[in-house]
């Protein structure tokens, strides 16, 4: 029972109601709402979420006797061998020396920025980097900058800047190589160039890349993967259909973590039904490759039909529409959902202010059909 002196609710939590009000009054109050209509909006680019091989990977698993729950963490006895094979298969296809599994991408980003930059290092990031790598970041012991977005010159200045005021540690570049929100591409040749040059470490956010890009989508890094100065990260979440996350690289990133990364240690370890998921997921994408061309056919097909309605190519299956106002944006997004489309609008902070758009994710849970009826509603929006 509350004692008489407990306050009312509504006292407890003022902050936290003028916060809300705060971010109505400006149009960015967020909500949760059930997926439904044509999906322009999700990760699942090669439809594999309800794939009929994933579906039977797992009612195989379970008639193996693979459990539902690991138990523990993986350090205790959570460490399943589901866990173990997938890293191996990982690590395999990847062309990685190793490779350990994550329950989340961002958990795995996470843990990367907080643990692998040490005290004394400088982590030069992209200034549109994931959200998960700035809470590392703010994690870690490392000295940290932004760059300007994809400008390799400015990486390389900031390290040689740090080097000339006295900075005498590693040097870490942590990049994505597809960026979720403008769907455009990281100049990764470039910027490994600025890693060999000044003897520093690449990390590489393949989260939208893997599947899409690269020999059999192992994603838009697959020729610098194996580098001893390159760790990529593969997201399970997004074109594998499952969940979980696979960081790749040398061995000893694989053992560090192992032993210092907290959001590893300190978690109980992933469903070993979802591993064997994965692996079957990273099976698929050798297998059917029709996937990958169907998808950029559907790519090719919507830059043509959606350019008339200020929709601009960026060379991936992200296609955003840089409406500017937040509620303008809004507004055109429920006009879109309520006409049977999927599309979601995106607000600050997770994109600059004054830079609110809609997210147009291309995947094959839509049709070329369905991108020219989408263009059709949204020039009625506007």
């Not at 959200?131 to 900031?158: I, K, Y």
Request: aromatic share 4%; with cysteine.
């Amino acid at each position: 029972m509350a004692g008489r002196d407990a306050k009312p609710r509504n006292v407890l939590f003022a902050a936290h109601s003028a916060d809300l009000a705060q971010l109505a009054a400006r149009d960015r109050a967020r909500s949760l709402a059930a997926a439904r209509g044509i999906d322009f909006s999700s990760n699942d680019y090669l439809a594999l979420a309800a794939s009929p091989r994933l579906a039977r990977a797992i009612s195989e698993a379970v008639g193996r006797g693979v459990p539902a729950g690991s138990g523990g963490s993986r350090l205790l006895r959570g460490n399943a061998c589901e866990h173990e094979a997938l890293e191996a298969e990982a690590a395999a296809f990847f062309g990685a020396e190793a490779a350990l599994f994550f329950g989340s991408g961002f958990a795995a980003n996470a843990a990367l920025l907080a643990t692998l930059p040490q005290r004394g290092d400088l982590v030069v990031h992209d200034a549109l980097i994931h959200a998960s790598a700035h809470d590392g970041m703010r994690l870690g012991r490392a000295e940290t900058v932004s760059a300007p977005h994809n400008d390799a010159q400015a990486f390389d200045d900031a390290i040689a800047g740090w080097r000339a005021r006295g900075g005498a540690g590693t040097p870490w570049i942590a990049v994505e190589s597809l960026y979720s929100m403008d769907g455009d591409l990281a100049r990764l040749a470039d910027l490994a160039e600025v890693a060999r040059r000044h003897e520093a470490l690449l990390l590489i956010d393949e989260a939208h890349a893997t599947g899409v890009f690269g020999r059999d989508g192992r994603g838009l890094a697959d020729l610098l993967e194996g580098r001893d100065d390159v760790v990529t990260l593969h997201t399970c979440s997004k074109a594998l259909g499952v969940e979980g996350a696979l960081v790749c690289g040398p061995r000893v990133v694989r053992d560090f973590l192992v032993n210092r990364a907290r959001g590893f240690i300190f978690s109980t370890a992933p469903s070993p039904l979802i591993a064997a998921a994965v692996r079957e997921a990273l099976r698929i994408l050798s297998d059917e490759p029709e996937r990958r061309e169907r998808l950029w056919a559907l790519v090719r097909g919507a830059e043509r039909l959606l350019a008339p309605v200020g929709v601009g190519a960026t060379g991936s299956q992200i296609l955003p529409l840089v409406i500017g106002r937040d509620g303008e944006t809004m507004r055109i997004a429920a006009a879109l959902q309520a006409a049977g489309f999927d599309v979601r609008g995106i607000r600050p902070p997770t994109v600059p202010a004054g830079t609110a758009r809609l997210r147009i994710s291309l995947t094959l849970n839509a049709s070329e059909a369905d991108v020219a009826r989408l263009a059709r509603a949204l020039a009625d929006a506007r």
